[in-house]
């Protein structure tokens, strides 16, 4: 078993608190703005605080997997860091043991954001590290929040509140 980080920071023009508004609360945007690759999503349990259950459902042929279930951990509005955990599904049971996530939205000198995603995770015993993977992975996520940052960025009256 390996344990690993992976962290991925960007920079945005759009403010934390739009940021926040568009990725965190609007739980349909992935699926609205991506529907190459995400069919839905649903809970479970809850409706976005902690301790929900969320199944994010993906397109067929868009990845390896057709879902995963996530758990919310944490939704700090204050500080803006939300942290949920991988708990079925994805890239559990076939490459690792355990993922948890954390998103955290600051403030950039001159406006607009500095975005943080942070991967923690173990891998099953006997699977490496692999740095393609975690480097196409780095790719992937960052493409798909240009995605969604540009539809916030195309929609200025949006997310505001």
Known sequence: MVAGTVTIETESEVAPKRLWNALVKDHELIAREIPELCAGVTFLEGNGGVGSIKQINFTPGSTEFSYV????DVVDEEKLIYSYTDIEGGELGKNLASAQFTLKLSPKAGGGSVVSHICNFDTLPGVPQEEAKLE??????????????????????????
């Open 69 to 72: 279930k996530e758990r919310v």
């Open 136 to 161: 196409a992975m780095k790719a992937q996520l960052t493409a798909l929040f240009k995605k969604m940052e540009a539809y916030v960025i195309a929609n200025p009256s949006l997310y505001n509140a």
